[in-house]
C-alpha cells in the first residue's frame, strides 16, 4: 500500500476514534428524577425528591474510571400530601433539621451486560453509611445518555422511621428507591 494512504487512512481512522469517544458527565437535573417508592397498610405509595444535586462520570468503554454522586435535599420530599411531607421531614423519620441531605457515592461499575451494569456505592442517610448495590441501563446517542435503575433499601437499617413509626405493619421497612438521570455527553480526556 502507498504510504501516503497509510498515513491517511491512519489519521482518519484516529480522528474517528476521537470523534465518537464521549464521556457523560454534564448531569441535566431538569430533566432528572428521584423517586421511591414503599407499602403503607398493604397499600403501594409512590413519592418523589423536588432537589437533588448530581455529578457523574461514565464512559462505557472505561468503567473502572466511572463515578457518581447524587445528593438529595430531604425537606424537598413530596409523599403526596403536605401533612405526609411535614411527618417524614420530622425528628422520626429523616429528621431534616439535623440531617439535611442523603447520599450516594459510588465506588465502582460493572459492566452486566448489554446496556445494563451495576454501581457499587455507599448511602447515607440520617448520619448512617452503608452500601448499596444500584443495578441500572444505560441508553445513549451521540451527545445524550440516560440512566435507569432503582434498588431496595431497609428504612429501619437507617432509623427511618423511629418510635412508633418502627412497627413495619404499618410502613413497610423496605423502600425502593428509583432513579431517572439524564446526562449530557462531553469530548472523553485521554
Known sequence: MNPFIRIVLSSLALMSSVAFAVEFKQVQTNESTVTFAYKQMGVTMDGTFAKFAAQASFDPAKLAKAQARIDIDLASIDTGSSDGNDEVAGKQWFNAKA????????????????????????????????????????????????????????????????????????????????????????????
Not at 446496556?115 to 451527545?143: C, H, M, W
Open 99 to 190: 440531617y439535611p441531605s442523603a447520599g450516594f457515592i459510588s465506588t465502582g461499575v460493572k459492566a452486566l451486560g448489554g446496556n445494563r451494569y451495576e454501581a457499587r456505592g455507599k448511602l447515607t442517610i440520617k448520619g448512617k453509611t452503608l452500601d448499596v448495590i444500584a443495578p441500572f441501563t444505560f441508553q445513549s446517542t451521540a451527545a445524550r445518555g440516560v440512566f435507569d435503575g432503582s434498588f431496595t433499601i431497609r428504612r429501619l437499617d437507617y432509623n427511618i422511621g423511629e418510635g412508633v413509626w418502627a412497627d413495619v405493619g404499618t410502613v413497610a421497612d423496605e423502600i425502593q428507591i428509583k432513579f431517572h438521570l439524564v446526562v449530557n455527553a462531553s469530548p472523553a480526556k485521554k
